[in-house]
């Protein structure tokens, strides 16, 4: 009796210690709240992608012409701007954030980007671009495309310059 009195204790202890996993509808919420979308439309719109076609033409030897660059920027544009990188996109953050923070911790950073202060970081482009810094820093393997990303590439920029 002892023994099942000391386990459902236990048991009950380690179950409040343990917090929920994110919902479905909470993940979607934060990703909603974050403003993920208009991010992703502003990020293609901005002159991020020039620096990136400028490393594309270097690192495949491409004649430096402006038509060259026009059509590779664009194409790159094109890409960020299509449905389907946003919602791969959206769909690799919801899993992080699924699985990685609880409910609780979800509600809590829905409540505070819906303060003036949590809107405006959201809002303010030299705090995103200190955010994207630091994660480079953090995770370096993430600032330079993986080896199926590098291929991916490499065949996306034969079938457009062999056309």
């Given at each position: 009796?002892?023994?099942?009195?000391?386990f459902?204790?236990l048991?009950?202890?380690?179950?409040?210690l343990?917090?929920?996993?994110?919902?479905?509808?909470?993940?979607?919420?934060?990703i909603?709240?974050?403003q993920?979308?208009?991010?992703?439309?502003?990020?293609?719109?901005?002159?991020?992608?020039?620096?990136?076609?400028?490393?594309?033409?270097?690192?495949?030897?491409?004649?430096?012409t402006q038509?060259?660059?026009?059509?590779?920027?664009?194409?790159?544009?094109?890409?960020?701007?299509?449905?389907?990188?946003?919602?791969?996109?959206?769909?690799?953050?919801?899993?992080?954030?699924?699985?990685?923070?609880?409910?609780?911790?979800?509600?809590?950073?829905?409540?505070?980007?819906?303060?003036?202060?949590?809107?405006?970081?959201?809002?303010?482009?030299?705090?995103e671009?200190?955010?994207?810094?630091?994660?480079?820093?953090?995770?370096?393997?993430?600032?330079?495309?993986?080896?199926?990303?590098?291929?991916?590439?490499?065949?996306?920029?034969?079938?457009?310059?062999?056309?």
């Amino acid at each position: 009796m002892k023994k099942s009195i000391v386990f459902v204790s236990l048991y009950l202890t380690s179950s409040l210690l343990y917090a929920t996993p994110a919902s479905t509808a909470t993940t979607q919420q934060f990703i909603e709240t974050i403003q993920l979308e208009q991010h992703i439309q502003k990020l293609s719109n901005s002159n991020a992608f020039q620096e990136l076609t400028q490393q594309i033409i270097a690192y495949y030897q491409i004649p430096q012409t402006q038509q060259n660059q026009t059509r590779i920027n664009n194409a790159i544009k094109k890409y960020y701007q299509s449905d389907a990188y946003k919602q791969q996109f959206q769909q690799q953050l919801f899993d992080i954030y699924s699985k990685n923070m609880s409910e609780e911790e979800l509600q809590e950073w829905i409540t505070f980007y819906k303060t003036p202060i949590g809107k405006s970081i959201l809002n303010n482009s030299k705090f995103e671009d200190k955010i994207v810094n630091a994660v480079e820093q953090i995770f370096p393997e993430n600032a330079e495309p993986s080896a199926r990303a590098q291929q991916k590439l490499s065949h996306a920029m034969e079938k457009f310059f062999l056309r």
